[in-house]
T-cell receptor, first 112, second 114 residues
Framework: DAKTTQPNSMESNEEEPVHLPCNHSTISGTDYIHWYRQLPSQGPEYVIHGLTSNVNNRMASLAIAEDRKSSTLILHRATLRDAAVYYCILRPFDFGNEKLTFGTGTRLTIIP | NAGVTQTPKFQVLKTGQSMTLQCAQDMNHNSMYWYRQDPGMGLRLIYYSASEGTTDKGEVPNGYNVSRLNKREFSLRLESAAPSQTSVYFC?????????????FGPGTRLTVL
């Protein structure tokens, strides 16, 4: 299974953009890139996903490298409520593969 | 919509006791999942159910059983709890198994086994 690598932690100032990187050098051509975040004492929540093209939604943007071996989650204007652990995961297109695991993610701290 | 609900929120067991964690979703989703999260760790898949009437093992199934009671409900049973099963348990669902579908998670059950 393709793996992802993320920094353990990052800090950012409030109201500034945040770029959270993820490396997935063994990604296959049909793997979707998903991002989830987990706020303290809560279950994970979906943030965004993409396949090849950059994606935007109300929460964030996802920038995918041309070779798809890395991606970056962009929070355009961080708030204190964005402090969470962010997980980058690859979801295979193969219907038979559900053994998806969340790594340890990146713990994002927002500095007021 | 309540989304994914889990009961109980907290539970303390003694070694060897049994219990069932309940999960329900009101989104008419086909696929449901059980994960565990140990302190400082990511989530690991215990069991999943791709559709009503089917269940399959995930990464860490030992010591657990599951039942997909109907399309809405997916329960996780610990027959003989062990301290190693102390963890936070999350239930999740998604519409189906297509790769571009998001998962919706419940609030979690915090289990302590003494």
């Amino acid at each position: 299974d393709a793996k992802t690598t993320q920094p353990n932690s990052m800090e950012s100032n409030e109201e500034e953009p945040v770029h959270l990187p993820c490396n997935h050098s063994t990604i296959s051509g049909t793997d979707y890139i998903h991002w989830y975040r987990q706020l303290p004492s809560q279950g994970p929540e979906y943030v965004i996903h993409g396949l090849t093209s950059n994606v935007n939604n109300r929460m964030a943007s996802l920038a995918i490298a041309e070779d798809r071996k890395s991606s970056t989650l962009i929070l355009h204007r961080a708030t204190l409520r964005d402090a969470a652990v962010y997980y980058c995961i690859l979801r295979p297109f193969d219907f038979g593969n559900e053994k998806l695991t969340f790594g340890t993610g990146t713990r994002l701290t927002i500095i007021p | 919509n309540a989304g994914v609900t889990q009961t109980p929120k907290f539970q303390v067991l003694k070694t060897g006791q049994s219990m069932t964690l309940q999960c329900a979703q009101d989104m008419n989703h086909n696929s449901m999942y059980w994960y565990r999260q140990d302190p400082g760790m990511g989530l690991r898949l215990i069991y999943y159910s791709a559709s009503e009437g089917t269940t399959d093992k995930g990464e860490v199934p030992n010591g657990y059983n599951v039942s997909r009671l109907n399309k809405r409900e997916f329960s996780l049973r610990l027959e003989s709890a062990a301290p190693s099963q102390t963890s936070v348990y999350f239930c999740a669902s998604r519409e189906d198994r297509r790769a571009n579908n998001e998962q919706f998670f419940g609030p979690g059950t915090r289990l302590t086994v003494l």
